[in-house]
């Protein structure tokens, strides 16, 4: 996986979190972008309602903007996906919110003039109240990290 993230990925990446920290699963996009601040990774929690944050996001001046997000891929949860907007237009992607990512990304494109990609983990449970599932859970175990190696080595590789 971490190959085909850094074919995605250039310069400054930010990452937008968008979800329900109170829905199971849909938590995926707060939680993963509250632990890449952690580690010194750009990132927004955007919480349900991402096109408000997108000022914040261009005023982050970003290369690469990645939106972190619950959406159903017809895959075993936990999977995930790095979806553009020709992926979501074309139906492959159906995120858990009412606003379509595709107008989301194509808003954030214009106004930031960086590529936006979608960052889909497939959810196991959306219930009000529930619990992140075991598979998700797995995802902020490993995801983290991953994506800061893969960038941060984007970033070495620059200056070469």
């Known amino acids: 996986m ?13 990452f937008l979190g968008v979800g329900n ?3 199971g699963d849909d938590a995926i996009g707060p ?12 990132a927004v929690d955007a919480g349900t309602v991402p096109e408000n944050c997108v000022g914040v ?4 001046n970003p290369d690469t903007v990645v ?16 979806l553009g907007k020709e992926d979501i237009a074309s139906g492959n992607g159906f ?5 379509s990512p595709a107008l989301v990304m194509e808003r954030i494109e214009r106004e ?5 990609f979608l960052l889909a983990v497939q959810p196991s ?14 995802v902020l175990e490993y995801l983290p990290e991953l994506l800061y190696s893969v960038i941060t080595g984007l970033h070495r590789s620059e200056m070469h």
């Open 57 to 60: 996001v261009k005023r982050m």
């Open 21 to 23: 920290i109170l829905r």
């Open 95 to 99: 995120t858990t919110h009412s606003l």
């Open 67 to 82: 939106i972190v997000d619950a959406v159903h891929l017809g895959r075993e949860p936990g999977s995930v996906e790095i």
């Open 125 to 138: 449970n959306l219930e009000f109240a529930a619990p992140l599932s075991p598979e998700v859970q797995n």
């Open 2 to 14: 971490a190959s085909d993230i850094g074919k995605y990925f250039r310069g400054k990446v930010v």
């Open 112 to 116: 930031t003039d960086a590529p936006v």
């Open 31 to 42: 939680e993963l972008v509250e632990r890449l601040s952690v580690i010194g990774m750009p």
